[in-house]
């Protein structure tokens, strides 16, 4: 029988379309409009799934986010863990099934777009409710940028539990959702609640096409913000409390008015306050007979449910104490209201608790600009939530300096109502099945334990018993836990407080929360203005920084070690080109530039001419390296020094913070032109031929162009500038010119180098020849606790200079003590390439290591493997023995100076 | 997301700025006058107090201007 | 010899055709080999840029610092001209920044992120101008297509 119990007529689902969907392998009808839960409901299936501990049947207990029981895993269309069938909005083909406890992530990507997007307003108001639509929609009148934000597919918020007032909604939400300046996002949980007004949501997004976010993230910057986020019902702890067929009574109410659907045939309500009665009007109305209302503020109690699967009968207690047993399938339960205040604690705000509200509610005092508004402030009635709201809009409004209008309220009166009770425990009955936490299937014997063992805090017994840290976030029974707590301890429940509120609310999906930033959009990728050539080329690239860095160019057939090794015959025995465009530049130039760079610099700069160049060494005031460059004197005033590829930005930075924080005086200005110059890199004993070839005009004989030096000249028709300078003891050069002109300076070399067999060569191979020659890489040779005196480039620490930075800290006891780490050289007797990372002993069975290998190489050259290493003592160590471990056990390794290749310099001027 | 307030560029996220630590730690004027205790207090001993501090930001996404700011180190809040 | 080659000259039918898919909501060319002097100097008040010849330009402020600098960044950066109908829709998905007409008018400018790249920003009567790093020119190029599919014709 399809959707028994669906009633006649009502409710705000379109009944003329029918929905097909699959649960626990059964095949059911709902329709647009429907939850899961509301779908299962008008089907008759009320236990959707079991207790995480207990395993004792559940059923659904709500009807929105605060649902703690009837948790769901999607599987078709796509697997979905751990939602709650409240949450999920019906649709065609929806397959799904019951959990108990944990979920199942999916084994394939997630096929579905997901985005984000950055908002900022004047108001944010969060719950479309009757509050949250007075304040948006006075607000809004001001002509104020306004976002609202609702979790449900409709605004209305507990209008549409009720239904009333829905043409006052659906009015003013059409015309929010046509006011240029506002956004009206439903289907939209705000999630978390940070600093300065800074709000996230997420939006679901059903129906799109694929090509389309099926989930979006928005991060909002709100001026001010309104909170009307409204009340959860909560429930009280007796025996049997959790069976399916016990609901809140509110959610009923919703079942019934919202989608027609009725929760049951005949019903007990157990309350203690006004609000059941109103929902158990609703469903005698549409068809549930109501079999009774017991009161507790008329001494009324219920010592007993029967039924497993579903409930079948309660034991009722009357304020005479006479017991009485009714048959009934549908147990409502109101055990007050709790304003909803996740979002108010994670804003910083207090929850206090009010004795007249029976609840904790808001304390009105939260330093960020927000106000509260309607039930999540505490306000019950109908007309007082639309009075706070067009109250919290005009104040918002005014604070944007823009003045609202008037709107039209619905016309309501508020009933005159008995205050409510405030009841935790019933007793009677075991304990051990009295439940305070559905989800985490925590109960009164589990708070008794914890209390028993002398926890005193809400914090504690939290932590002890896992209360109110399930997925639902203890939206129903943080304020029972507190209740049942205090209690058990004889103590004011306000005394106690309740736990506190983190984001996010409601449970929010990784694939969401990464957006588009995933893949190659994780973080940007920079190229070079030669890219589209290198990977036109067959090379293999590596990541440096953001940057994509050709690592080398393999031919057909050849491997990696192949390719490095003809790529570092060629650097050493002909000529070969790399891409250096990747390196930091920066422009420094004004009166005072030299004493500038004298002062971040180890080594002296000032007294470079015009015309040369310096390598240089950068440390921090604690005397280690931080980076190390060519500075080239453009003239008496400008200088432009490289940094390492990885840490341009760094070296900008840091010299702005010493020129803007302790150097004020200094006349110098520092500006990044990393990308304004594509640097090639020309190395080899053929180099100058080719460079000759195409720069007819420049001297570059050894004595007309000698090392350290730069030229401007005309290289292939563009306008460069010509350093001779090089990484890898060869002859070298290196040639700037615009980026726009890399391409055509490339080519040029290619076509002028190929009667000397030219090789582009990568990042690899680079980093052999650096190697060979002993020439550290920051960041791979070095990590933060190494001086330049440990590299071996004492040579580029001044002893005339009066300071810099980092001096002073090459005279403390630790930096000058002897037995440092140093760089060294190993030569590993087995001929075998050490791991990078790989520990130095002193012998086979020694555990202690003395230091690690930073770099490891085949060498060309060399004719053998070899690696450079930070070892204590390194240099008091040459010629000694070392043992390098492996994967699986240890290798001899001979410690030799750092400079295996040409350690006299004999190449260099070709 | 804090919105920290730059004085060229206005309030941007804090994901835009670096943060410089502790403000008014000078560079000593004479680091050979120092024992090896002082400068080693001057490189790695920062306050860390609970409530306002005065710090360094730099807007090194914008205009990479350094300045101070006092923030409160419980709340987040931007003082002054 | 070769021509010069921008940023973005590889793809610029990429770029064009997201207009053409999102039926102009979103419109995206390079705009390259722009003159990019980056000066720097302190003047106040009221700055303005005196052409005084075909190669010569004055900037003209109060109290200026007399010492500047001045550096041709002309290749340092190119430029992303974006407009259409939901450029702001589409710049919101990974700029952090208000560009909202009443915060952000035409002719304003900040430097920023944008998918996660430097770059500058700046409004111009009918669109953006997206001044960004030639090393993340691609990145941005790339993210932009891919955030114009959002904007697609046609559903």
Known sequence: ??????????????????????????????????????????????????????????????????????????????????????????????????????????????????????????????????????????????????????????????????????????????????????????????????????????????????????????????????????????????????????????????????????????????????????????????????????????????????????????????????????????????????????????????????????????????????????????????????????????????????????????????????????????????????????????????????????????????????????????????????????????????????????????????????????????????????????????????????WKRPWYYPREGEDMAAAVLRECWAAREGVAMMDASTLGKIDVRGPDAAVFLDRLYTNMISTLAPGAIRYGVMCRPDGMVFDDGTVIRLAEDRFLVTTTTGNAAAVLDWMEEWLQTEWPELRVHCTSVTEQWATVALVGPDSRRVLATLAPALDVSRAGFPFMTWRDAEVAGRTARVCRISFSGELAYEINVSWWDAVALWEALLAAGAPFGITPYGTETMHVLRAEKGYPIIGQDTDGTVTPHDLGLGWAVSRKKADFIGRRSFSRTDTARPDRKQLVGLLPDAGSLLPEGSHLLTGPDETAALGHVTSSYHSAALGRTFALALVRGGRDLIGQTLWATLDDGVTPVTVTGSVLYDPEGTRRDG | MMLIPCPWCGPRDESEFHYGGQAGVAYPADPDALSDEEWARYLFFRDNPKGPFRERWSHSAGCRRWFSLVRDTVTNEVLR | MAERNSPLGGAADRLAAVAAATGGAVTVAEVPFLTQLNVRTRPSGDVNVLQLGPDEWLVVGSSASAVGAAVDVSAQRTTVAVGGSRVLDLLAMGCAIDLHPRVFRVGDCAQTTLAHAPVIIWRRETEFWILVRSSFAAHLADWIVDAAQEFTAGD
């Open chain 1, 1 to 546: 029988m399809s959707q028994a119990f669906r009633t006649e007529a009502g409710g705000l689902v379109d009944r003329g379309r029918a929905l097909a969907f699959l649960f626990d392998g059964r095949e059911y009808e709902g329709h647009p409009g429907d939850t899961l839960a509301s779908a299962l409901l008008a089907n008759g299936v009320h236990r959707v799934s079991s207790g995480i501990r207990t395993g004792r049947p559940r059923g659904i207990f709500a009807a929105g986010v605060e649902e703690p029981n009837a948790l769901v895993q999607i599987e078709e269309p796509f697997p979905e863990p751990m939602l709650t069938a409240t949450t999920v909005e019906l649709y065609d083909g929806l397959v799904a099934r019951g959990l108990r406890g944990r979920g199942r992530l999916a084994a394939d990507p997630d096929p579905g777009r997901y985005d984000g997007m950055y908002a900022h307003c004047d108001v944010l108001v969060i719950g479309a409710g009757p509050a949250g639509l007075a304040a948006a929609a006075v607000a809004a009148s001001s002509g104020a940028r306004v976002v609202v934000v609702d979790d449900q597919i409709r605004a209305g918020g507990s209008l549409l539990g009720t239904g009333e007032h829905l043409d006052w909604v659906d009015r003013v939400a059409a015309e929010l959702a046509a006011a240029p300046e506002v956004r009206l996002l439903t289907r939209t949980t705000a999630v978390g609640y940070y600093d300065d007004n800074y709000v996230v949501a997420v939006q679901r997004r059903p129906g799109l096409p694929e090509h389309r976010a099926r989930e979006r993230v928005w991060r909002i910057r709100a001026r001010r913000v309104v909170l009307a986020t409204g009340a959860h019902e909560r429930s009280v702890a007796f025996a049997g409390n959790d069976r399916p067929g016990v609901m809140l009574a509110g959610s009923a109410r919703t079942y019934v008015n919202r989608y027609g659907v009725l929760p049951g045939r005949r019903a007990v309500v157990l309350t203690g306050n006004d609000s059941a009665h109103d929902a158990a009007r609703d469903l005698a109305a549409a068809g549930v007979e109501i079999a009774a209302i017991a009161d507790l503020r008329d001494g009324w109690a219920i010592t007993g449910v029967a039924g497993t699967e579903r409930v079948e009968a309660v034991t009722l207690r009357t304020p005479d104490g006479i017991e009485r047993r009714l048959e009934a399938d549908l147990l409502l339960v109101s055990g007050g209201w709790n304003p909803v205040g996740a979002l108010y604690s994670q804003a910083g705000g207090r929850l206090v608790h009010d004795p007249g509200l029976a609840a904790f509610r808001p304390d009105g005092n939260c330093r960020q600009a927000l106000e509260v508004a309607g039930a999540a402030a505490g306000s019950y009635t109908l007309g007082v939530c639309l009075a706070e709201g067009a109250a919290a809009g005009r104040r918002a409004a005014e604070a944007a300096g823009l003045e609202a209008g008037a709107i039209v309220l619905p016309e309501v009166s508020d009933p005159e109502g008995r205050p409510p009770l405030a009841v935790w425990t019933l007793p009677g009955g075991d304990p051990a099945t009295a439940f305070v936490d559905l989800q985490r299937d925590v109960t009164v014997a589990d708070l008794t334990r914890a209390t028993g063992t002398g926890m005193r805090s809400a914090e504690h017994v939290k932590r002890y018993t896992t209360a109110g840290t399930a997925h639902d976030q203890g939206k129903t029974s943080g304020a029972l836990t507190s209740g049942v707590i205090a209690e058990l301890l004889g103590v004011e429940v306000g005394a106690l407080g309740v736990t506190t509120f983190r984001p996010p609310f409601t449970p929010v999906s990784f694939a969401a929360l990464a957006g588009r930033n995933r893949g190659m959009r994780f973080d940007p990728v920079r190229v070079t203005a030669l890219h589209a050539w290198h990977e036109a080329n067959g090379a293999r690239f590596e990541n440096v920084g953001q």
